[in-house]
């Protein structure tokens, strides 16, 4: 079993629609939770961050954790033909050494 | 301002060659990060290190070996290349984070595609 669980899509949505992507995993340690967005042939860039549980909102984007079911969440509201990308969540015990989720592909529609 | 460069951008390679990947950054960062990326299997940390003239060893070390002799470079060596270490690289950066509170961003590169023949 993967230590993080992430549904690889693709997912596709129209433009205007909430997106809800989500992860799960299995080290309880896990303290900081990320979000990145990578476009295609490019380098992943961070777009949010949470530490321990709660949830953080940015704008159109809405991340949550819950780390008693050891769930995480990314929301994206009014969803832009822009942010058709891979979405991939990460997670760390001490913020450096950093595990990776696989990655959901999103499609959002014009 | 460059952020994190790395050369070369695309490779083919035959089985048993060897390479070098170059990572460099401008941003004066302390720690640095090569990664793998496959399909299905997320990025997968392949080895690290904390400053100048360090290494650690991450989740998928075997066939490579790094090497950190100024901190803005960080070198990625394939010594006999194998069909499985066909992937995308990244490279990436960041500060120290304040224990217990920060966690700093990873910076990373625009990422090196090897394929091994």
């Known amino acids: 079993q993967k230590e993080v669980e992430q549904d690889p899509g693709p997912l596709s949505v129209p433009e205007g629609a909430i997106v809800s992507l989500n992860c799960t995993y299995s080290?309880?340690?896990?303290?900081?939770f990320m979000w990145y967005r990578q476009y295609s042939r490019k380098g992943p860039e961070l777009l949010m961050y949470?530490?321990?549980?709660g949830n953080k909102e940015d704008g159109r984007f809405t991340a949550q954790v819950d780390k008693s079911s050891k769930y995480i969440s990314l929301f994206i509201r009014d969803s832009q033909p822009s942010d058709s990308a891979t979405y991939l969540c990460?997670?760390?015990?001490?913020?450096?050494?950093?595990?990776f989720g696989a990655g959901t592909r999103l499609f959002v529609k014009a | 301002n460059a952020g994190v460069t790395q050369t070369p951008k695309f490779r083919v390679l035959k089985t048993g060659q060897s390479m070098t990947l170059l990572c460099a950054q401008d941003?004066?960062?302390?720690?640095m990060y090569w990664y793998r990326q496959d399909p299905g299997m997320g990025l997968r940390l392949i080895h690290y290190?904390?400053?100048?003239?360090?290494?650690a060893k991450g989740e998928v070390p075997d066939g490579y070996n790094v090497s950190r002799l100024k901190k803005q470079n960080f070198l990625l060596g394939l010594e006999s290349a194998a069909p499985s270490q066909t992937s995308v690289y990244f490279c990436?950066?960041?500060?120290?984070?304040?224990?217990?509170?920060?966690?700093?961003?990873?910076?990373f590169g625009p990422g090196t595609r090897l394929l091994v023949l």
């Open positions: 990436a950066s960041s500060r120290p984070g304040l224990a217990g509170v920060l966690v700093e961003t990873q910076y």
């Open positions: 080290n309880s340690a896990f303290q900081y």
């Open positions: 949470t530490y321990s549980s």
């Open positions: 990460a997670m760390s015990e001490e913020g450096f050494k950093t595990i």
């Open positions: 941003m004066n960062h302390e720690y």
């Open positions: 290190s904390v400053g100048e003239g360090t290494t």
